[in-house]
C-alpha cells in the first residue's frame, strides 16, 4: 500500500514539472519563468506598464523596449550593446531584460546563449549542447542533442579539476599552518630579544658608570713629577734602553753569522784548491776544466787584492757590543731615576695619617684637583695623549656593550616591522616569502620571487633585468577563458602583486609586472605579456589564493 501511494506521489510530481516545463515559452529559464505564468496577458519584465497578449510572445516581432516578449527568438537582437542606437519614444528601458537564449543541457549544464546565436546555422556545442538554439532548421542545418558526450566528458575533467582543488585546498591549509609557525617564530625572537636587550641595557649601564669613575679618578690622578727629567724622560729613556739592547743582540747575530760564513768559504777554498792539484789534465772533461780555470781566476784575483787586516773592524765591534756601564757608554741609571719632587713629598703626607682619614683627604685632594681641571687651572690628563689601560680597559668594555645593544635593537626593529608587514589572507604568503618560481619563455627565462623581485634572464648571458620589486597587495577583475588543463585566471576578481621599481627601460618608464593570481595546485607561471612598454602582465597560479566552494548538484540532474 505504501508503494502504490509512493508511485502516486511521484507520477504526481512528474506531470506538475512536465506541466511547469511545458507552460514556459521557448528560450526561458526556471529562473524567469515567473514572468510567463499569466494566460491572460504578458508585461515586459522591465516596462511592466506595456502589456502584450499571450500571442505575442515569441511572434519573430520585438514588442518590449527590453525585448522579453521574444526569449526564444532572435528578434530583438538590435537591443544589443552591440548594435547601433535606435530611436526610441519615451523614457523606457531598453537594455536586455533576459540573459539570453536559455538551453536545457540534459545530461549536462544549462546555459545560455546570446540571442544573435538563434537560428543562426551553426551549431553552438559549446554553449547549447542540445542544439535547441537551431529548432528552425535554417538552411537544412539539424542540430543533434550531444549533451550525454559532452556532459560525460565535462564530468571526468571536473573530476580531475575537483581532485586538483582539493589537493591545492590541502596545500593552502599547510601554508597557512607553515605562515602561523613562522609568525610565532618571529614573536618568540621578539620576546628573547627584548629579555636580551633589557639585560644588556642594564650590563651597559653598569660599565658606563665604570667607565666614568675609572676616567673620573685618572683625570685626578697627580703628575708624578714637573721637572726637566718629568716622565716622559723615563719613558723615554727605557724606551731607547730596549732599542739600545736589541740593536746590541742583533749586532752580535751578524757577527757571529760572518764568522760561520768565513769558515764555510775558507773549508770551500781548501777542497778547490787540492782539487786543482789532484785532477788529471790529460783527462778531457770540459766541465772539470772549466772549475779548474775559474778556481785560477778566483785565486788571482784574491791574491792581487792581498790580504784585508781585519783586526781594527773587530775591535771597533767589540766596542760597541760592550754593556753600557757607569763608566762606559751610556749611564741609564742616570736617565731612568728620577728626585723626588716638592709635590711628590707634600702628597705623601697622607702615608702618615689614620686609614680612615687618609681615605678622606684622598678622596678630598682628588675632587679638588677635578675642580682645578674643569676650570682650566690645571692641565687634564686624560688629554696628555697617553690615557691608562685602566681607562682604554673600561672604554672598550662600555663601548661593546653599547654596540651590541644597537646590533639588538635594531634586529628588534626588523622583527617588529615584519610582523605588520601585510602577508596577505591568513598571513599565507609569509610562507612563501623570497621562494622563487620559473618560466621558460623562449629567448628568455622569467622569474617570480614572492614578497621580492621579478626578473628577465637573457639566455645568452648577460646582466638580469630588473622587472619590478613588490610593493603591495591589491585587487583586479578579470574575464579570461580557463583552458582544458583548468590554467587560467577564468572571471572575477582576483589578488594581484604589484611589482614596481624595477630597471628602467631606455627611453621609457621603470619596469613594472602586475602579477595576477588564480587557484591552482602548485605554484607556477602561466603566461607572461608585455601590455605596454616595459610594464608587464602575469598569470600565476598558487595554492595560496585558492578558496572553498559548496558542491553544486549533479550537472546531469534533469530540472524541474
Request: one cysteine or more; aromatic letters at 8%; proline letters at 3%.
Amino acid at each position: 500500500m505504501r508503494r502504490i501511494d509512493t508511485l502516486i506521489v511521484l507520477s504526481t510530481l512528474s506531470t506538475a514539472a512536465f506541466a511547469a516545463e511545458s507552460s514556459r515559452p521557448r528560450g526561458v529559464s526556471p529562473e524567469f519563468a515567473k514572468f510567463y505564468k499569466s494566460t491572460d496577458s504578458f508585461s515586459c519584465i522591465s516596462n511592466p506598464e506595456i502589456k502584450l497578449s499571450p500571442s505575442q510572445v515569441n511572434d519573430e516581432f520585438c514588442d518590449c523596449p527590453d525585448g522579453s516578449d521574444e526569449p526564444g527568438t532572435a528578434a530583438c537582437t538590435y537591443i544589443s550593446e552591440l548594435s547601433p542606437p535606435q530611436p526610441v519614444a519615451g523614457k523606457v528601458n531598453t537594455t536586455f531584460a533576459l540573459p539570453g537564449y536559455y538551453c536545457k543541457n540534459k545530461g549536462h549544464i544549462p546555459g545560455y546563449v546570446p540571442h544573435m546565436y538563434v537560428n543562426d546555422g551553426v551549431c553552438d556545442y559549446e554553449l547549447c549542447c542540445d542544439g535547441s538554439d537551431e529548432y528552425a532548421g535554417v538552411g537544412g542545418v539539424k542540430c543533434e542533442d550531444k549533451c550525454k558526450e559532452i556532459g560525460k566528458e565535462w564530468k571526468k575533467a571536473d573530476d580531475v579539476r575537483r581532485k586538483s582543488e582539493r589537493a591545492a585546498l590541502k596545500r593552502r591549509v599547510e601554508l597557512v599552518n607553515e605562515a602561523q609557525s613562522l609568525r610565532a617564530g618571529v614573536e618568540l625572537s621578539i620576546g628573547r630579544l627584548e629579555g636580551e636587550i633589557a639585560a644588556q641595557e642594564k650590563k651597559a649601564a653598569a660599565l658606563k658608570t665604570a667607565y666614568e669613575e675609572i676616567e673620573r679618578r685618572e683625570r685626578g690622578r697627580v703628575v708624578s713629577s714637573t721637572g726637566g727629567k718629568g716622565s716622559k724622560v723615563t719613558i723615554l729613556a727605557g724606551l731607547a734602553k730596549n732599542r739600545v739592547n736589541e740593536l746590541r743582540e742583533t749586532l752580535l747575530g751578524v757577527v757571529a753569522k760572518r764568522d760561520k760564513l768565513k769558515e764555510r768559504v775558507g773549508e770551500l777554498e781548501a777542497i778547490l784548491a787540492a782539487f786543482k792539484e789532484d785532477y788529471n789534465p790529460n783527462f778531457n772533461d770540459e766541465g772539470v776544466k772549466r772549475a779548474v780555470k775559474a778556481w785560477d781566476d778566483y785565486a788571482a784575483q784574491r791574491l792581487a787584492a792581498g790580504e784585508t787586516d781585519e783586526s781594527a773592524e773587530n775591535r771597533d765591534l767589540a766596542e760597541v757590543v760592550k754593556e753600557d756601564s757607569e763608566t762606559e757608554g751610556i749611564n741609564w741609571a742616570e736617565w731612568e731615576t728620577e728626585e723626588e719632587s716638592d709635590v711628590e713629598a707634600l702628597y705623601k703626607f697622607e702615608e702618615y695619617l689614620p686609614g680612615p682619614i687618609r681615605d678622606w683627604v684622598h678622596q678630598k685632594l682628588i675632587d679638588f684637583r677635578i675642580m682645578l681641571v674643569e676650570n682650566g687651572i690645571l692641565a687634564d690628563n686624560a688629554n696628555s695623549g697617553s690615557e691608562s689601560k685602566a681607562v682604554t680597559d673600561a672604554r672598550s668594555a662600555f663601548q661593546s656593550a653599547n654596540d651590541e645593544v644597537s646590533t639588538k635593537s635594531a634586529s628588534l626593529g626588523d622583527l617588529r616591522n615584519d610582523l605588520t608587514k601585510d602577508y596577505g589572507t591568513d598571513d599565507i604568503f609569509r610562507a612563501l616569502k623570497d621562494k622563487c618560481i620559473s618560466k621558460d619563455s623562449g629567448e628568455y627565462e622569467y622569474e617570480l620571487c614572492w614578497m621580492g623581485s621579478t626578473k628577465q634572464k637573457s639566455k645568452k648571458g648577460g646582466a638580469h633585468t630588473g622587472m619590478g620589486n613588490f610593493v603591495r597587495f591589491d585587487k583586479m577583475v578579470v574575464d579570461e577563458e580557463v583552458s582544458a588543463d583548468g590554467k587560467g585566471l577564468g572571471k572575477g576578481e582576483r589578488l594581484v602583486l604589484r611589482y614596481e621599481n624595477g630597471q628602467n627601460c631606455w627611453n621609457g618608464p621603470n619596469r613594472q609586472t602586475t602579477v595576477v593570481l588564480a587557484c591552482a595546485e602548485t605554484d607556477e607561471i602561466w603566461k607572461i605579456v608585455e601590455e605596454e612598454k616595459c610594464l608587464y602582465k602575469m598569470d600565476v597560479g598558487t595554492p595560496a589564493v585558492c578558496e572553498g566552494r559548496e558542491e553544486k548538484k549533479a550537472a546531469g540532474k534533469d530540472e524541474l
